[in-house]
């Protein structure tokens, strides 16, 4: 005998308690990959950052074989901040500090690589020694007492390093080879405390 009343069936869905141990999931989950994805990106922008400066010497070298006037990036550090500007020989003595803005002009102003690379400097740690083994320094600009990365019209440049440093601790030198104006970007492995071709 059917008295015409059926007993309501359960709607599919998700109890209290299964959201609950879904979201405490999601939340562990979001704790672990994001400190790990904040780091790879500030590892590509320490990459990125190393690979625009040794563009900015090699576009020197060229333009001094193009135009034949030396050409160079000068660095400059206004309380601990350091920044650069490229600047052409217009007397044919090469690009002097004296010089810089009148018989040696300037193109564009003070670039600051933290306003393009946000969290990467030119900065270096004095613990780990340079590419060559010589014991690290304090001086992230190794372009002789002038600060000066020149290049001349026959394509050698002034030899030297600039160091970059990420604030998680990602560590690029930028180098240029004195003889043929080379430039190579090299990068610290902490693992190893080598530094390698990046």
Same mark, same amino acid.
């Given at each position: %005998? ?9 709607? #599919? ?12 999931? !999601?939340?562990? &989950? ?5 400190? %790990? ?5 500030? &590892?590509?922008?320490?990459? @990125?950052?190393?690979?625009? %400066? ?7 070298? @060229? ?10 990036? !000068? ?19 090469? !690009? ?8 040696? #002009?300037?193109?564009?102003? =003070? !670039?600051? =690589?933290?306003? =393009? ?10 613990? *780990? ?55 190579? *970007? ?9 530094? *390698?071709?990046?």
């Amino acid at each position: %005998m059917t008295t015409g009343f059926s007993r309501p069936s359960l709607a #599919p869905g998700y109890s209290l308690i299964e959201c609950v141990i879904g979201l405490a999931f !999601v939340a562990s &989950a979001s704790a672990v990959v994001a400190p %790990m994805a904040a780091s790879v990106v500030d &590892a590509a922008r320490a990459r @990125q950052a190393a690979g625009f %400066m040794a563009a900015q010497f090699r576009l020197a070298r @060229q333009q001094a074989a193009r135009t034949g006037a030396a050409e160079a990036l !000068v660095f400059d550090d206004s309380a601990g901040a350091w920044t650069f500007r490229v600047c052409r020989d217009g007397n044919g003595n090469g !690009v002097r500090r004296s010089e810089l803005g009148g018989i040696d #002009p300037c193109q564009g102003g =003070l !670039v600051r =690589l933290s306003t =393009l690379f946000p969290a990467v400097t030119i900065a270096c740690d004095p613990s *780990v020694p340079d590419p060559g083994g010589v014991a690290g320094s304090t001086d992230p600009v190794r372009f002789g007492a002038s600060n000066i990365a020149s290049f001349s019209p026959l394509g050698s440049g002034t030899a030297g390093t600039l160091y970059l440093m990420s604030a998680e601790g990602a560590r690029y030198a930028v180098r240029v080879a004195g003889v043929t104006g080379r430039t190579r *970007v090299l990068r610290f492995e902490r693992s190893t405390g080598r530094w *390698v071709e990046s």
